[in-house]
C-alpha cells in the first residue's frame, strides 16, 4: 500500500542490541523508561528512523510516519497463513482505500 506497510517481526534467539539512552539523571529516569533492546518498539522505532533518514537524504521531506504502530501476537500456523494472505491481498484494496488520491472525497465543510 502506498499509504502504508505491513510486516511480519520474527524475534528469536539473542540480537545485536540497541544501546539505551544515556541517561542524563542522577536517578538514571531515561534508561529505565526507554524501550528495551530486543522489542518489537525498538525495531520499530529503528526501522522508522531508518527509513526517515533515507527519505530526507532523498529529497523526500515530506515524508512522515503515522505515529504509531499496530501489533498482533501471531500464536499459530493458522493465524500465520492468515496474515500473510491479508497482507498479500491487502494492495490490491488501493483502489477503494480512502487515502488513494484518484478516489478521495471531500467531505462537506
Known sequence: MPSH??????ITGKRRGVKFNA???DDDY??????????????????KSA???WCRKDGCEDFHWQR???E????????LVQIREYIANNAVKWDLDNENPAIRI???A
Not at 528495551?36 to 522505532?45: H, N
Open 5 to 10: 506497510i505491513h510486516g511480519i517481526v520474527m
Open 72 to 79: 498482533h501476537v501471531i500464536r499459530s500456523d493458522d493465524d
Open 51 to 53: 527509513v526517515s533518514s
Open 106 to 108: 471531500e467531505k462537506p
Open 30 to 47: 531515561y534508561s529505565r523508561i526507554s524501550p528495551r533492546k530486543d522489542t518489537l518498539s525498538v525495531i520499530v522505532r529503528t526501522y
Open 23 to 25: 541517561p542524563t539523571r
Open 68 to 70: 504509531n504502530y499496530y
